[in-house]
């Protein structure tokens, strides 16, 4: 078996399958919600290892949730939904 490029992008960051009642905005908002875990993933890393201050690394997070939370409602997810 070959060894994985480390530059590939499947490597880094691995996407999962949606398994979900199918629809494309649940789709599409997977494919947000798999983006916010790896970005949130990383700060959390960056932070761990000093790269990055708490206070910076809660604004990055507060950030990206934000972002989450616009796309959820831009794609008009309801609660009775999930």
Not at 23 to 45: D, G, H, I, M, Y
């Amino acid at each position: 078996m070959a060894a994985q490029d480390p530059h590939d992008n499947k490597f880094l960051s691995p996407r999962s399958r949606y398994y979900g009642h199918f629809s494309p905005k649940n789709l599409a908002f997977n494919a947000n919600l798999q983006e916010f875990a790896l970005r949130v993933n990383t700060v959390c890393n960056l932070e761990t290892g000093g790269k990055i201050g708490p206070n910076e690394a809660y604004q990055e997070i507060k950030k990206l949730w934000n972002q989450l939370a616009e796309s959820h409602d831009a794609l008009g997810i309801e609660e009775d939904e999930e």
